[in-house]
């Protein structure tokens, strides 16, 4: 682990992150040393960080302490947390902040084998996410809802819980970024209330651009679901996982899922 | 500052507290050595664990740490987080989790001396709060919304920023709670979408009852505000600020007002 390039596992307890959240992370796969997704994870923090108005660590930076942090890592988990740092009176934040950075190296999840092929079983969470548009899409430390919606269940046999807004609107799942397909079509929520804009949910729907896949960024609900033809989620880390039954309704992978998970996998592996 | 008793200001830096904001804060005001409002504190502290399933440390053992710090402090701020501790997984907290407290001293803060006496002027807050029933009126780590909304306004002659919801409706201020006083009769938001149910509102509300005093806790909007003859504001360090102007309209602090910030400063400096 390195905060702000020293190698250490604590961190000032003043720091804005424990206190308030004040900061965001990228959760990042690495495959023979090399950090996968990186310049779409680095564009995801620099917005992030511009819409929290946390200045970001240069890139050049980031990458230099990623790569010493992976060099040698098969197979690993790298996590960088950006936070506004220390101090400040209050929720006020210090004039001028400065900004502190956190990365470390995590053993890849051991996941069951059979999920990218099989598919997983997905749940629907009691939990519902609160809308604040200036927050949706971005992946900030603000994390008790995923933490609480998490906690609903500890089956092993459920891969996945989804997410629904107040006003019932599909959002996302705990971990991870949702899609239907439904007569051909991609279909994803609209995250402009809520949800984090993951890096895997825009790769794919950059190759459902290139491939000349329709795709519908919407609203979304639960009826969406019940008519959907095929259903997926998708993260960095895990990339794309058929779902092959939500609640009581059974659902295979069909032709656009494996196509898309096959052109995921060229994309993360390479 | 004490971590889990020892005298260190680092934490470790997987604590879920930093990762996902996994935990909740008391702010409490220190008085000649003694925390004021010591058991309505603790009562909101193990609360609001068994609502987030934390397991909270022992009531004595925070006793017994917090005198330690705050002996021979005539006037100062003590902070104590409790978090659920560091690891698990991803979202998925460890079986049995390790509950961290972060007990840390803080000079009083320089506001104002006339803001008790002559009030405070308030605007009105663009960001508007998110709802979750499962997480209002705890007092949590999850404070963005707090961070961004007090970072709307640098002007030093604004005390404080009122929060509405999605719905236009008055929840709080950034750092407190808010009243309003119409007709002789208190009125304060029902917390049960968003907010934090700070533990001086409770103090209001219970001297309210003991006083006889008319108090509804109900759904408000701007349009009460606007036909309110006063409005104040509290929490636990700095008690009662009346408010003497909300953006464009002039309020005075009138009786009722003055009679619960006399009966706070009694209850609070004993």
Redesign the interface.
Known sequence: ?L?DGKD???????????????GL?ETIAVHDGVPQLWLQHMARLQRDCAR??IIPPAVELLYSEAHHLCAGQSRAVLKI?I??GSGG?????PEPAAPRR?L?LHPW?AYPDHYPEQGIRVRLCA??????P??AGIK????????????EWDDPGIGEGLLLD?EGRLVEG??SNVFLVRDGRLQTPLLDA?GVAGVMRECVLELARQGGIACEVTRLGLDDVAAADEMFVCNSVIGLWPVCQFEQQPLAAGPLTRRLQQAIGALTHA
């Open positions: 682990m905060i250490t596992d604590q961190i000032a307890a003043d720091d804005r992150g424990l206190l308030y959240g004040d992370f929290l108005g947390i936070t506004r009176r209050g929720y006020r934040a956190v470390s999840p939990m519902r996410l609160g809308s604040n200036r927050l900030h430390l603000n994390r008790l809802e995923q933490v609480l919606a998490r906690a107040g705990t971990m809520c």
